[in-house]
């Protein structure tokens, strides 16, 4: 099976992994499930503070011996308010009366932790492999990572970006193509650069780099991921296929959302953080992110920090026209089970995949070889 070094040094029976949900789709429960299972588990800790990171850690090893990973935004310089930042107020200030809170006001720009407290914590939480996004780690990170013995995995949506972090010293590379939901981890550039689908993504950083490639983006069943064995890539990564599992912790109204979204209802906004981001369409999306001036949305972290209250009192409210519903576009083939049903399911699909391309096999005479 391609990719068998990758599998082999974390135990792996099956070549998936559990993306990383940062803003609470990924449970312990859900982590440790997904490892439990024979793939790879991860904490999306990118909010957490480094106690909730400590927590997790801690949460997850309570209930799986078996490797799992950790995953953090790479550190940005905190951006400027910009002069323009009441018109992001008032344009969202009244779905803020709709769900009954308070008026919205000038987030803070300055954190009460940082990358390093984050980083500190992570190192700590007993996880295998640390993977980042939205750029590169800085070397004094790079190199403490390493004598922790941590494996490390870098995001790209570019070629160039994928030859950066191998430069940088990682040890493996997530291909996002431009189908998978939630943020885009393009860092070289601005993002339209990097909306390449998954299919011409990976097998082109394939080539280029000599460390194994992740391949992530629209994957959701045996058949996707045995196609991208065929473009060369070690294992998968898959997001959206968890979210609607019985362990992940999104609210109920965005599993729904999920399970009933088709592959056309899906588009990038910067309506809820200031960072593209594919999702399901919804009210919130169209209504704040229309044609016109970009001054209304803040930058990252900005406007997640402004639209957290209205997304929790959504959550709450059963309003999943006001929360960030991040997915890719293969929504059709959600499902609503268990991780380890979803995992084993995976592994029969991909099975009944290799046979029927062992059964589509063209002998040299240009005879189909005949099904078995």
């Known amino acids: 099976m391609p990719g068998n070094e990758f599998l082999q040094r974390f135990q792996m029976q ?27 588990g991860f904490i999306g800790g990118a909010y957490l503070t480094p106690q909730q990171i400590a927590d997790a850690g801690r949460a997850v090893r309570a209930m799986t011996k078996r490797p799992f990973g950790i995953n953090l935004f790479a550190p940005t310089a905190p951006p400027d308010l ?14 803020f009366s709709e769900l009954g809170l308070p008026s919205p006001s000038v987030p803070s720009s300055k954190p009460s932790y940082g990358f390093e407290e984050q980083f500190a914590a992570a190192l700590e939480a007993g996880a295998s492999v640390f993977s980042f996004t939205f750029g590169i780690l800085p070397d004094v990170a790079i ?35 431009s189908e998978a939901g939630g943020h885009r981890g393009t860092f070289r550039g601005d993002f339209t650069l990097g909306m390449i689908g998954t299919i011409s993504l990976v097998p082109q950083i394939v080539d ?22 065929a473009l060369g890539a070690a294992a998968v990564q898959m997001g959206t296929a968890f979210l609607t599992c019985h362990e992940s912790g ?17 588009r ?19 209504e704040v992110e229309p044609a016109g ?15 957290r209250p209205l997304r929790v009192a959504a959550a709450k409210q059963g309003r999943p026209e006001f929360l960030s519903l991040w997915a890719g576009q293969g929504t059709r083939l ?15 699909e991909m099975e009944a995949a290799f046979s029927n391309l062992q059964a589509r096999t063209v002998h040299p005479t240009g005879q189909a070889k005949p099904a078995p």
């Not at 099956?14 to 024979?38: K, R, W, Y």
């Not at 001036?293 to 639209?307: E, G, R, V, W």
Request: no cysteine; aromatic share 4%; glycine share 8%.
């Open 14 to 40: 099956h070549p998936m992994i559990q993306a990383p949900l940062a803003g609470g789709g990924d449970t312990p429960e859900l982590v440790a499930a997904v490892s439990n299972a024979g793939a790879l």
């Open 82 to 95: 910009p002069a323009s930042r009441e018109a992001a107020i008032s344009r969202i200030a009244p779905y």
């Open 143 to 177: 190199e403490t990572a390493k004598k922790a013995g941590m494996y490390l995995m870098g995001t790209a949506t570019t070629v160039d970006e994928a030859i950066e972090l191998e430069k940088a010293g990682v040890d493996a590379i997530v291909a996002q193509g």
């Open 208 to 229: 280029a780099v000599q460390v194994p490639v992740i391949a992530s983006g629209g994957i959701m069943d045996g058949r996707g991921i045995v196609a991208t064995f």
């Open 250 to 266: 999104i609210p109920e109204a965005y599993k729904e959302a999920i399970l009933h979204a088709h592959e056309d209802q899906t």
């Open 268 to 286: 990038l906004t910067r309506a809820f953080s200031g960072r593209p981001a594919r999702g399901i369409v919804n009210r919130f999306m169209s």
């Open 293 to 307: 001036s970009a001054d209304a949305i803040l930058p990252f972290p900005l406007q997640n920090s402004l639209t």
């Open 334 to 348: 959600a499902r609503r089970q268990s991780a380890a049903e979803l995992i084993a399911r995976l592994a029969r």
